[in-house]
């Protein structure tokens, strides 16, 4: 069946580093795949999505690719922020949808 | 549009006592989704609708748990009697039914955080 894997956490780093939170996926067809990020006492919202192979997904200078050939979905960010500190869920549609584990990020001064 | 509405944001209860949590979904999205997020578990799938039809209740815990969802606008997660291992956050998510296949965008409401005392 469908699945999503993502790095456990937490991860840890200082302002203005760069971020890799690895996500890859199974699926017997061709999902849309989605990064969610939930920040402290609030749900999870959208933070980007790609609906086919090598699209990008890019929003608040965060971005991630569909890759198709190595089934991956790493969100990136080349410079990280304070308010950057959340838990980052990376997803697939299907029916259901299917969720990662989460990966906590905080991000220090 | 205001998003996912859920009600009460905070209920605290007893064990034994019944607890109502509601949900009114963005207008005009057809799928509609119940989770609960722990420390210990994260976020679990309990149920979730397509066109207000229950689809798929495997998550749900046990029988205490029932839901609900009697017109397009508005869905019930009912606990009867309540545990204090319920406690947790409860989100709702609505979306719109893509095809057969899948869904398109989650939508999450601000969640219900239940303490069962």
């Known amino acids: 069946g469908d699945s999503v894997t993502q790095m456990e956490g937490p991860v840890t780093l200082s302002e203005e580093a760069c971020l890799t939170i690895?996500?890859?996926?199974?699926?017997?067809?061709?999902?849309?795949l989605f990064w969610y990020v939930q920040y402290p006492g609030e749900g999870l919202q959208l933070l980007l999505k790609?609906?086919?192979?090598?699209d990008k997904g890019s929003n608040k200078g965060f971005e991630a690719t569909y890759r198709k050939e190595t089934t991956s979905f790493h969100l990136e960010k080349g410079s990280v922020q304070v308010s950057d500190s959340a838990v980052y869920f990376c997803a697939l549609s299907d029916q259901p949808f299917y969720f990662g584990t989460g990966t906590s990020l905080t991000v220090i001064p | 549009d205001a998003g996912v509405i859920q009600s009460p944001r905070h209920e605290v209860t007893e064990m034994g006592q019944e607890v109502t949590l509601r949900c009114k979904p963005i207008?005009?999205?057809?799928?509609l989704f119940w989770y609960r997020q722990t420390m210990m578990r994260g976020l679990e799938l309990l149920i979730y609708f397509n066109n207000n039809v229950p689809i798929d209740d495997s998550g749900m815990p046990e029988d205490r748990f029932s839901a609900k969802m009697p017109n397009a606008s508005f869905s019930t997660l009912k606990i009867q009697p309540s545990e204090p291992r319920d406690s947790a956050v409860y989100f709702c998510a609505s979306s719109s039914l893509l095809d057969a296949q899948g869904t398109d965008t989650q939508y999450f409401g601000p969640g219900t955080r239940l303490t069962v005392l």
């Open positions: 690895n996500c890859t996926y199974t699926a017997t067809g061709y999902p849309s």
């Open positions: 207008s005009g999205h057809n799928s």
């Open positions: 790609a609906t086919k192979a090598d």
